[in-house]
């Protein structure tokens, strides 16, 4: 999987997970409801798989070091390798 791809596919699931949690808690309707539960979730499930695929593949192509969480990094910190898009 190269950066772009763990980039893309760990924010779509965190985004889908808050995504989720957010209509539990903003839709009175389902308060408490079985079905909230069966969206809250899931949701928190997505939100962590998001949040593992980060750390299992948010690493330097080149050195295998993991990356900081910084927007638009175009080299690797610790190696200088190219990491643009
Ligand atoms: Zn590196």
Known sequence: MNLFMTKL?????IFFG???M????FVPALEDTI????IAIPG??????GYIVFL???????????????MGLDFCPYCGGTLGE
């Open 9 to 13: 596919i760990g924010w779509l699931l």
């Open 18 to 20: 808050i995504f989720l």
């Open 22 to 25: 957010a209509i539990v808690a």
């Open 35 to 38: 079905i909230a539960w069966f």
């Open 44 to 49: 928190f499930i997505s939100m962590l798989a």
């Open 56 to 70: 299992i593949f948010w690493k330097c192509p080149y050195c295998g070091k993991h990356l900081p969480w910084q």
